[in-house]
């Protein structure tokens, strides 16, 4: 065909991969990838519907193809991603961005040939939304964007209802993948080479709970672990109401599973916890901290925060600094609360003011960057093993790569080593990454 493709991706882990699973889709039907739009005959936008900002850049971003449309009457461009699965998004992309051709939502990715082929016998937009699909559609491969670690999904969807959060509404509720499925694609991973995986989920602890039959990420966690060729299992997200003992001993114990863990907390007091629905107490949680710090004691604990939810007081914030202080995080996403039409909370009263919420803000980053820094500096002097990624953006020179416990490595060497585990002796402590020379 000769012809080129751009994807453009918003939004977390999952969208990443989506995309991977589009390229696969896109270069079977002959078309090949461009960094530039200039050059594009198919532009995709893999939309993210949970922060207002990545809302809207896409619309400005989209608004900006208006031009190239003109010069290339030829040029498709699609939007798909969380964006699409609300009616009154996909409204506004159709009434104001009439050079959109193609819409689709979470779903139906796996129809993407079949939707370019329609628009191109027609010449009209086309929009193709699946709004309650419980369907898990296997064998889509994807153009994985390293070749020696790559995400593997476990779980679509979202039952929790968290207040504040979109997903359930646009990803529809919890599926679980069979085990079986996942465990041929990650065996068909490492007999190409890769030495990473990442599973990742909504809420990977209730993994299996749909499948109809007993089976807990605990046990596939065992299983994948049986896998010759894997060096390193990684997994996210993980809810805390969700996190069980048994998920706690198999960290502990299974050799290739990293020690780290995502544990999104959000709050740190009780009464905006029960607003956000999220089904667990402060205790509860600083409980669960203990229960892991105790069986692995070198584990980096990662966290998700949001600041400003709707009714949050002076004292509901000083909690969650309290938490902070208390558990000492060795990294953390960090949000202003974003009204998402659709939720419970875009409905609450009491609206937290934008200057209140930006001012907290700043003193929560003022409290997690000192830990953060003293968390790192416990890697001084230490020799660590590194998973080679990348060359620096900054420097040639430089190699970037991953601790087990996702500290971020920057050191010297050639970038055959690329793909490679190697050992690194840290020298210089930053708060957000770690430097040092191979050994």
Not at 297 to 326: H, M, R
Not at 329 to 351: C, H
């Amino acid at each position: 065909m000769n012809k080129r493709y751009t994807i453009v991706t918003h939004g977390c882990q999952m969208n990443e991969h989506d995309s991977e699973k589009i390229s696969w889709l896109l270069e079977n039907m002959g078309y090949e990838w461009t960094d530039y739009k200039e050059e594009s005959d198919f532009i995709i936008y893999n939309t993210c519907l949970v922060r207002e900002n990545a809302e809207l850049r896409v619309y400005g971003q989209i608004g900006a193809l208006k031009s190239l449309k003109r010069k290339n009457p030829d040029l498709i461009i699609a939007i798909c991603g969380c964006m699409m699965q609300r009616e009154e998004v996909r409204n506004v992309i159709l009434s104001k961005y009439k050079h959109v051709d193609i819409i689709f939502g979470t779903s139906n990715i796996h129809k993407l040939p079949q939707l370019i082929n329609r628009y191109e016998q027609t010449g009209k937009t086309i929009v193709d939304i699946v709004e309650d699909n419980r369907e898990i559609v296997e064998d889509i491969e994807a153009n994985r964007k390293y070749s020696f670690k790559a995400f593997v999904n476990i779980t679509y969807g979202c039952n929790n209802f968290c207040t504040y959060c979109i997903v359930p509404y646009t990803r529809g509720r919890e599926r679980s993948r069979e085990p079986e499925s996942i465990l041929e694609e990650i065996q068909e991973l490492a007999e190409r080479g890769y030495k990473e995986i990442t599973l990742l989920g909504q809420n990977v602890n209730s993994y299996g709970k749909t499948l109809g039959y007993d089976y807990s990420f605990a046990r596939l966690l065992k299983e994948v672990n049986k896998i010759d060729g894997i060096e390193r299992i990684r997994f996210m997200t993980s809810h805390p109401k969700d996190l069980s003992d048994e998920l706690i001993e198999a960290i502990a114990k299974l050799d290739k599973v990293c020690e780290q863990l995502h544990l999104p907390v959000q709050s740190g007091s009780n009464r905006i916890l029960k607003a956000m629905n999220r089904k667990y107490t402060r205790e509860d949680y600083l409980l669960l901290i203990e229960k892991i710090n105790k069986a692995v004691p070198n584990i980096a604990i990662s966290t998700d925060i949001i600041v400003g939810f709707p009714g949050e007081t002076e004292e509901d914030f000083n909690q969650t600094l309290d938490l902070v202080k208390k558990v000492k995080y060795d990294s953390a996403f960090t949000f202003l609360y974003s009204i998402r039409e659709g939720t419970v909370a875009a409905n609450m009263k009491n609206q937290v003011p934008d200057e209140i919420k930006h001012e907290r803000f700043q003193r929560l980053l003022d409290t997690l960057y000192p830990i953060f820094y003293n968390e790192n500096l416990k890697y001084m002097d230490k020799t660590v093993e590194v998973l080679v990624e990348e060359v620096s953006k900054n420097n040639e020179n430089v190699l970037t790569g991953r601790t087990r416990t996702g500290k971020l490595i920057h050191f010297e060497g050639d970038k055959d080593l690329i793909g490679e585990l190697v050992n690194v002796k840290i020298t210089t402590v930053k708060s957000f990454t770690l430097e040092g020379h191979i050994i």
